[in-house]
């Protein structure tokens, strides 16, 4: 199986971007649904973004609808999570998985068996 390996964090005062990467190792992101999920401190993970890469479908949390864009570098084996306009409420570990899916498209939940990685750190403070 497989392995999915986040980077890309970093802290940012509020305004600034950064650029997360999920980097697909031993298996190809070809038809497949990953999602970004993120923890802040004290809090649930929650599901950020997905794309399903066989039917080009993408979706948002709706606390980062317009500012975060989710894509898909065929060569790279990689998906990215563009994230724009941060906000300190931001800040968290942000993890990629495989998602659930319905009707082809992508769902904000993990799939039941596929394990959590190691996460990247984003921090957005003045």
């Known amino acids: 199986q497989g392995q999915l390996v986040e980077s890309g964090g970093g802290s940012v005062q509020p305004g600034g971007s950064l650029r997360l990467s999920c980097a697909a190792s031993?298996?190809?992101?070809?038809?497949?649904?990953i999602g970004w999920f993120r923890q802040a401190p004290g809090k649930e993970r929650l599901g950020v973004s997905c794309?399903?890469?066989?039917?080009?479908?993408?979706d948002y949390a709706d606390s980062v609808r317009g500012r975060f864009t989710i894509s898909r570098d065929k060569d790279e084996n990689t998906v990215f999570l563009q994230m724009n306009s941060l906000k300190p409420e931001d800040t968290a570990v942000y993890y990629c998985?495989?998602?659930?899916?319905?009707?082809?498209?992508?769902?904000?939940?993990?799939?039941?068996?596929?394990?959590w990685g190691q996460g990247t750190q984003v921090t957005v403070s003045p």
């Open positions: 998985v495989k998602t659930r899916a319905y009707a082809g498209r992508c769902l904000l939940f993990k799939r039941d068996n596929d394990p």
């Open positions: 031993g298996d190809t992101l070809d038809h497949t649904h």
């Open positions: 794309i399903s890469t066989g039917a080009g479908f993408a």
